[in-house]
């Protein structure tokens, strides 16, 4: 287990519960997904891991330790990207390491190489304006690889991507966070893109978030992509997860 | 310049011309002559003298805002307690009517450069500062975050995050102090002593030499609005 959430509460000073007594586990090296209704609090739980915002209660243990904020082994990646507008691809991916004091020499040949692993060769000077949703998640996806955290945290990743990019982006991140062995937790509300990429699912209720049930999908990954989608262990997953959130719509 | 720029100027002298012509009264100077006192005035040396005398304190209160307004917009931005102290005197300034209060003005600091420069710095001020505080204000929240997730310093934030975030606003906001600052010198140099482009308003108005005087007023109008779009192309090509 390489992230513990015990008993974690969140209440927001507007007096919104939105976590009530959050028991997970992650394990070391897999993909897990918080999975639940809009506003049920998983941007919460999430940033509350990554020591974004503050917890009114538990604790939240990374390698055994308690943490208080963000550490080096966490990097995230936003919903709305949190790119610089001003600073073109290049400087936005190196970012992290800009911010460690890195030198500029260095810190651009490690983004240059992150840059081309997610598929933007190419891009390296261009603005963010003048990117797509899908490449803006891109460039926020490698900026959170160059810091080589062991754990990437991930918010709603492919909302903003288009369905036909989505697919091809997912399979993507898939290769990739297999690839360099990357511990992902992974925000959507997308039973299917759950079912799709996911070792562990954690059901949430609505407000106030709590965790309602934990799927392991059966899913074989050694199939190609077309195949895990018409697999029977994909399939029953769907089912079973659609079973549980019915009831909150 | 582009073609219906042009013409929009041509129609707009045009009419001022057959305005002056019809006559709509006797101290409305056609374009023409007009624009002969202008080239007169420009060849006598009095039009440079008068500007000469003007832009002083326009300059001077326009740097003085620029570089203490934009501090203490800043420092407002960055820090609670600075914000509590200064936001509620901007505001008050912001919506004050200037003209009521130059003549306390020179009652406190007499009718010299001072007064004028204070003139400039009371209409100018509030855009500037509320523009830099606002600036500093408006940083996204998750670029912020995102500094924090990368164990940024609030060092950084400020320097790599905050102030390019601002940088566009608070030129906007030079931008409109100028033209505020436009608007203070002329009402200074009414009000206070007429000195400048103020006192060829006001000393050909009493010669009812109109011609002069509407070149005078005409010849500030346009440089305000010269030196104001300039600005602005300036600002469009580097915060695009
Ligand atoms: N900064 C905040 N202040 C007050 N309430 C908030 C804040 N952020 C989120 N909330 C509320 O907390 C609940 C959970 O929000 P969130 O974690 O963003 O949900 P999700 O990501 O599952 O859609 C929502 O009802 C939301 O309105
Ligand atoms: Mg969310």
New interface residues.
Partial sequence: MIVEVKGVRKTYDSGVEALRDVDLSFPKGQLSTLLGPSGCGKTTLLKIIAGLIPKNGGEVLVNGKAVHGPGPERAFVFQDFALLPWADVLRNVGFGLELRGVERKERDEVARKYIAEVGLKGFEHRYPAQLSGGMRQRVGLARALTVDADIILMDEPFSSVDEQTRRKFQEDLLDLLRHHQKTVIFVTHSIEEAAYLSDQIALLSPRPGRVSKIVRPAVDRSKSPDEIRRDRGYLDTVDEIWGILRQYV | MRGWQLASFALFFGLWELAGRWPVSAAFPPFSAAFLALVEMLRDGSLLKAYLITLQPLALGIVLCAVAGIGFGIGMGLSRSVEWLSLPIFIILQAAPMAAIIPLITYIYGIGLTSKVLAVIMLAAPVIVMNSYKGIRNT?P??L????????TRR?EVM??VL??AAGLIFTGLRLGLAMGFIGIVIAELLITPTGIGDLITYNSSVADYPKMFAAIASIVALAAIALYLLERLERRWFP
Wanted: net charge positive; hydrophobic share 25%.
């Fill in positions: 996204p998750s670029l975050q995102m500094c924090r997730s990368f164990q940024g950084q790599k995050i390019p975030h």
